[in-house]
């Protein structure tokens, strides 16, 4: 009961900040250069041609008459037409969320996965040489440029080895896949298709593991701290002089104790990977969101802009939300006050 | 999940923390200044490059060798040639200009710029701190690098674009840092002394409270410069930098990334390696420092 209060205020909170996304997204799109209906029209346009095309699009109204009009489209789910396609931004959004999801969602369960036995057998060590090359490779690894990263992988993977698929798009189309939620390792399982399942997870290892790379380190390094302090706090140090066995001090100790702080650290992390994984997708001509959301950006189509933004934006906040949720209930040391 | 990679060790059974605590801080000092000398040592490097690179550069950041189009390294050109014939060498050189260039002046106004928010909200409170902490909120209800890039595609690729769209995004981050340290620093004895003998509040927060918050922000500039160059890579790695011919990493990267597939190394790693490197140096500079803060705090 008390969750709930809390996560309905949490809600509430969240809104003042969502309408200054809308409003910020939709004035700045507008105010700034660039016009979309040039991009769709061609090179020899007349003015009746782009008076047309801008009343088709609605962009021939006043400026408060587009925001109330697009305001009502949102309350009732509908993200308007796309500029560029003509097609209904809802259809294609839903379309490119699922390859998207799927790769950020294996990057982070291998991430989350390395970080953490990284992490702590790296505090468990600390200041010693094997703390110390941990450290150095996951310093190293914050410093890699991502789509960098993605063309070396493509380079020793594919182009030297021919162990992986040329990096372009997904699912070998010979396969035949039928396509249910557009996350094609789930579509090939749910169809027990076998081949799709090889040529989906062969098309994902390169991808994945980028993403992965570049987000196992940050996530080491706090895995590492966090362990750290537990094993410098006065709990388990008591615990170690009573003579627990090793195996209860890691498990029911350190383990706990940091995965407390894993709910937060994902979050942070997964935000970070929505920015990687517009590069990440680039490289690997992945057509997902990130991808989409780039290319609306870049033809300054409007709607698929807006809608971007704004879904990044409540993803981005969502998962904050879900983290301090999940932390409250792992942690008994947190209280919700409702 | 954890054990299966974790052999218990004999003989630590019950100490393995007391030791690594008390060895540990002289071990951790020493960590830090090496990293502070490798990441400091790096940076060197590479401004010197960049001030040097018309001395060092055998070719010039544009100049085409009309013989030689996508060639592989060789004596006439060390790291190869792109698809235009230009020396790769050269351009890595004169890129690290730009880089090192954008990503030291963003964050720098962005350290002024939050720096300047962050005060005003923790000196006055109240509605002053709540408006712009609001703000501050939208700001930050992005992801980073999509913030990054949505303002520069519609603000266009000059350098000074550039500049702004980094520090844009960065500030929030310091707006937040300066205006905890500010609001604890506001509480301090100093303070009311200043306000009660009629110094004026702009003159109290410019020299009695500012310099008292700086210290996390010397801390976490370095590893954000870092970051700025990834972000500034990674701009024009899609075409929203700097325009084609100049010489960047990022976009260096952009145009050999075609060379990849048929194998083709010399055009896309060489920069990237500059990359990495230079923002190492960065990390390993904040780590150090950070490492070497906590040190002292123990």
Partial sequence: MRLLRFVARRLVQLLPVLLGVIVLTFILVRILPGDPIQTILGPNYTEEDAAAARARYGLDQPLWKQFLDYLGGLATGDLGTSIQSGGSVSAELAERIGPTLELVILALAVALLLATVLGIWSARRAYRLGDHTIRVVALAGNSLPDFWLGLVLILVGYSLLGWFPAPSGRVDPDVGLTPITGAELVDALLTGNGPAIGSALSHLALPVATLAIVITAPLLRSVRASALEVLNSESYTAAAAHGLKERLLLRGYLVRATLVRLPQLAALVFGFSIGSTVLVEYVYSWQGFGQWALRGLLYRDYPVIQASVVVIATCYLLVFLIADVLQAMLDPKVRIDG | ?298
């Fill in chain 2, 1 to 298: 999940m954890a054990e299966v990679t974790l052999t218990p060790r004999s003989g630590e059974v019950s100490g393995a923390s007391a030791p690594v605590v008390i060895g540990g801080a002289e071990r951790s000092r020493r960590f830090a200044t090496t990293l502070i000398i490798v990441g400091g040592t790096i940076l060197t490097v590479m401004v010197l490059a960049a001030l040097l690179a018309p001395v060092i550069a055998p070719w010039g950041e544009r100049e085409v060798d009309p013989t030689a189009a996508l060639a592989p390294p060789s004596a006439d050109h060390w790291l190869g040639t792109d698809v235009n014939g230009m020396d790769i060498f050269s351009r890595l050189l004169y890129a690290a200009r730009l880089d090192l260039g954008i990503a030291i002046g963003a964050i720098a106004l962005a350290v002024v710029i939050g720096s300047a928010v962050g005060l005003v909200a923790g000196y006055y409170g109240g509605w002053v701190d709540d408006v712009l902490m609001r703000v501050v909120d939208i700001f930050q209800s992005f992801p980073a690098f999509i913030m990054a890039l949505v303002v520069a595609s519609l603000m266009g690729g000059g350098v000074l674009d550039l500049v702004v769209v980094i520090a844009v995004v960065n500030a929030p981050a310091y707006a937040r840092l300066v205006r905890a340290e500010a609001r604890s620093v506001r509480e301090q004895p100093y303070v009311a002394a200043a306000v009660t003998s009629g110094v004026s509040h702009l003159s109290v927060m410019w020299r009695h409270v500012l310099p008292n918050c700086l210290t996390p922000v010397r801390v976490i500039a370095p590893l954000n410069c870092g970051w700025a160059m990834l972000t500034l890579a990674g701009l024009s790695y899609l075409g929203l930098g700097v325009p084609v011919p100049t010489a960047e990493w990022g976009a260096m990267i952009n145009l050999g990334s075609g060379d990849v597939v048929a194998g083709h190394w010399w055009t896309s790693v060489p920069p990237g390696l500059f990359l990495l490197a230079s923002v190492l140096g960065f990390s390993l500079l904040g780590e150090g420092l950070q490492e070497r803060a906590e040190a002292r705090r123990r």
